[in-house]
């Protein structure tokens, strides 16, 4: 969330609110959420790998469910490092500066 500062003007503010509100919903478990809110919070909010899928993992094993995290985790790492890097990439070519010699 912090990477979209390279984006979007004064945006910490709105990345800090973001982490927290996602924060808050992990402190309830997953049978909290019901109907259209539960829906949005499987897939806009992916809220089942965070909190749903760990949990699951720690009461009884299964290795499907630790492949399912191992696959979001690695999916989020490419989307933070190609989101971070095109960001700096924006970043650093506004602040060139050319000289003639």
């Known amino acids: 969330m912090f990477s979209l500062a390279f984006y979007f003007n004064n945006f910490e503010f709105t990345s800090e609110r973001w982490f927290w509100t996602l924060f808050g919903f992990i402190l309830y478990p997953q049978s909290f959420f019901t109907g ?46 190609v989101v971070f890097s095109r960001g700096l990439r924006r970043y650093e070519s506004g602040n060139l500066i050319n000289l003639k010699m």
């Open 36 to 81: 259209w809110f539960k829906v949005i919070t499987l897939t806009i909010i992916p809220l089942f790998f965070i909190i749903g899928l760990p949990v699951r993992l720690i009461q009884s094993f299964n290795a499907t469910d630790l492949l399912y995290m191992l696959g979001f985790w690695l999916l989020t790492l490419i989307l933070a490092l």
